[in-house]
């Protein structure tokens, strides 16, 4: 929607907890400030974050222009030094202390005295005194108390953990299993003394920490931290993010980051996945088994408190994430070097890596391939092929036994239904066709570039195209105008239409244009309910809707979601404010209908949410990598129709060749100015969007073109072959 200066929002610090005051035109964030500090530019500046209502545009920066501030965002970006970091949510220093008090109870006397890092004089005394501390971001890692001269001997104190305020308390938010309850964790106190926790009971992820009396004495607490380490590649700077993104709207800024930080939260040093035998105990938890190859370093995995596993369809989305904003083919390698370890006999890959370690998925089965796939992609090194070649025997062994499935139909047949968290699945499965069938293509791809096999590749190929071709048979529907969920189904799947969109299904436009338009019949005030399951509202699936509508060409449709949806989870009553939720119910409450699924144990740190990471760099600026080599790039901007000005850049970073960088902006006559930076010696193309207009006048590089030389499509007008370096256009349409 066009944004006018009536959709302008405040952010009103003051104390108390996160509430929302709303009117026709503004939505009003509160927050508390430490100590009466009135206007404090706080930790990372992370409480300046724009409270975002769907369909609502964030408050504008001043617009840059092409010959100064445009061309210096792009040609002379440093992903780690930019305006940008402002939205960064990873901490300046491993060691991380609380910022604020969210609550107390009893007798709890000079609390502020321990914050931000302060050696204070806080004291706990008699059984019902109670402090929970607010770190203002999600965090992790081992918790340090110091505790003063001024404690009695034989004292216990307790410690809980939670990633959202809802469930703060006496006991932990759940970690390990449906029927385990996390608790908190026994402190012993005799006198002056320092205190950290066992390795095995670090916490995955937290923003709030409870602690509290057991015994009826005093304790003295001097400090109060946390040493956070997740992601242990990145040393002692954990914000040096390779990638970038950057906007005049704070909240698009903002999700993207948090993306980001999410992906960091989740990347967990390998020891420290968590432990699956500990349902026996019922009470407790612990982060202290492998959950990559013996001699690695770290993993990414798909939740930072839980599961702190490797589940191969999660990764469809997280990989991307991961190359786009961190860079990290270490993380991203490990998982798969895991994944394949645990191939069976059989073939069969694994549902769930250890510590898990459960098999029965037959979409799993096939996403490890897009894992491997993508996995190969965006490593960019020379020894990627050696790293494909050593798998090739177990890739056979694992596509043989996925394509004995395929029936007289010429689809697959599910034989085991486990999947995402939908209802399971069945018979000739849709969304098991779509990765099916990208995995085919990609295999293909990888027979013929890596291993030299043609005969393979073309036989992985033309079963590609029969699956496709039997999609197109047996699961159109051409009454709702999109593809039902199996053979005689009614349903119409969110996650198997966004797939058919992703990765080309559709044998026609038409189709792509009707189930894009088909999918918005799920949205509701909270996001995209998946009709495949118990009324969820699914953060990995609409990670995929947003992919799907701008594959589909459009970008205000996939931002109408994005801001509606991510909106939401950065609102909600629950929020975590820095990383992301796994996923929701239908009504917004902080619900997810698994059997006997405890709200407490819903992941607030889940990288398959981080779609708008993704997109926002590859769709919306539409800068993005496209062969293994990373020699060829595309950049192919979508603002929409309904962005009528302002701006956006983004970076992204190969190993093999350095840092691109691109971006565009719309100035209020509507003229459109493009920027791009790439590395010498690679080739590009340069799609200019029409908006549904005639380009009246292109000047690229300073230099007027014949604008009808440009390969025009419905939606851009492209420009190829354009070697790296700085490039400039300037774009004017017909009125």
């Known amino acids: 929607m066009a944004v006018g200066a009536s959709d302008e929002f405040l952010i009103f610090l003051e104390r108390g907890e996160l509430g929302f005051l709303r009117s026709s035109d503004f939505l009003v964030l509160r927050h508390s400030l430490v100590d009466g500090c009135e206007g404090h530019h706080l930790q990372n500046s992370q409480l300046r974050k724009l409270a975002m209502a769907p369909n609502h545009a964030g408050k504008r920066f001043s617009k840059p222009h092409l010959n100064d501030e445009l061309s210096n965002l792009v040609f002379n970006a440093n992903p780690a030094s930019g305006p940008w970091q402002e939205y960064n949510f990873a901490p300046e220093s491993r060691t991380q202390f609380p910022q604020e008090i969210f609550a107390t109870e009893g007798n709890v006397q000079k609390a502020s ?4 890092g302060r050696r204070g004089d806080m004291t706990l005394s008699g059984k019902d005194a109670l402090i ?11 918790i340090t108390l110091e505790f003063g001269e001024l404690s009695a001997s034989g004292q216990q104190v ?13 006991g932990s938010d759940r970690s390990m299993d449906f029927h385990v309850e996390d608790g908190a964790l026994s402190v012993g106190v005799d006198g002056q003394g320092t205190w950290t926790c066992p390795d095995a009971q670090q916490r995955g992820a937290f923003r709030y920490m409870t602690l509290y ?3 009826s004495g005093t304790v003295e607490v001097c400090s109060v931290k946390t040493y956070n380490n997740m992601m242990p590649s990145m040393g002692d700077d954990l914000r040096q993010y390779p990638g970038f993104f950057f906007g005049d709207d704070e909240f698009l800024n903002t999700i993207w980051y ?4 999410t992906l960091q939260l989740a990347t967990i040093p390998t020891g420290t996945g968590r432990r699956s035998d500990w349902v026996h105990k019922k009470v407790g938890w612990a982060n202290d088994v492998p959950a990559a190859l013996d001699g690695t370093l770290e993993v990414l995995t798909d939740g930072a408190r839980r599961d702190r596993t490797v589940w191969s369809g999660d990764r469809a989305l997280s990989t991307l994430t991961n190359y786009i904003a961190l860079n990290n083919k270490i993380s991203t390698k490990n998982g798969v070097d895991w994944m394949f370890k645990y191939q069976t006999d059989e073939g069969v890959f694994p549902y769930a890596c250890p510590p898990i370690w459960h098999y029965g998925s037959d979409s799993y089965h096939l996403w490890t391939y897009v894992s491997l796939y993508n996995a190969y992609f965006f490593d960019g090194g020379d020894d990627a092929k050696d790293w494909v070649r050593q798998k090739w025997p177990a890739v056979k062994r694992g596509m043989d036994y996925a394509l004995q499935k395929i029936d007289d139909t010429g689809l697959l047949k599910v034989t085991m239904p486990l999947d995402w968290g939908r209802h399971p699945l069945k018979g000739h499965n849709l969304e098991v066709q779509g990765i099916l069938y990208f995995s085919l293509q990609k295999c293909a791809e990888l027979a013929a570039d890596v291993m030299g096999d043609e005969i393979l590749a073309k036989k992985w190929s033309t079963l590609a195209t029969s699956v496709k071709n039997a999609v197109n048979q047996y699961l159109w529907n051409e009454t709702e105008g999109m593809y039902t969920d199996y053979i005689g189904s009614d349903i119409l799947s969110q996650d198997g239409n966004t797939l058919a969109i992703w990765y080309g299904l559709p044998d026609s436009e038409s ?3 009707r189930i894009s338009k088909g999918l918005m019949r799920n949205w509701n005030e909270f996001g995209a309910v998946a009709p495949e399951s118990p009324q969820m509202i699914s953060v990995f699936c609409s990670s995929m809707e947003l992919i799907a509508h701008f594959e589909a060409q459009q970008p205000d449709r996939a931002m109408q979601l994005l801001r509606t949806m991510w909106g939401y989870i950065w609102n909600s009553p629950y929020a975590v404010q820095s990383s992301l939720i796994e996923g929701y119910f239908h009504d917004g409450r902080c619900h997810y209908p698994f059997t ?5 144990y819903i992941s607030h740190a889940h990288p398959w949410a981080s779609g708008p990471t993704i997109v926002l760099t590859s769709y919306y600026v539409g800068l993005t990598i496209r062969n293994p080599e990373h020699t060829l790039w595309s950049f192919k901007p979508q603002p929409g129709l309904d962005k009528k000005s302002g701006f956006a850049v983004a970076g992204i970073t190969s190993d093999a060749k350095g840092l691109f960088s691109a971006g565009w902006e719309i100035d209020e006559d509507g003229v459109f100015e493009m920027a791009i930076r790439a590395p010498i010696g690679t080739r590009g193309t340069i799609s200019i969007p029409t908006f549904s207009k005639e380009i009246a006048d292109v000047l690229f590089d300073g230099t007027l073109i014949d604008h009808h030389s440009l390969t025009l499509g419905k939606h851009h007008a492209s420009l190829k072959e354009v070697d790296g370096g700085n490039h400039s256009l300037i774009v004017r349409y017909k009125s």
């Open 113 to 116: 005295s321990v914050l931000g």
């Open 132 to 142: 929970t501390f607010d770190f203002y971001v999600n965090t992790c890692g081992m």
């Open 158 to 170: 307790s410690i809980a953990f939670s990633e959202s305020k809802a469930f703060v308390g006496r």
């Open 213 to 215: 009396m057991e015994t």
């Open 258 to 261: 948090a993306g980001a930080y």
């Open 511 to 513: 189709k792509t244009q």
């Open 596 to 600: 006997l699924y405890d709200p407490a």
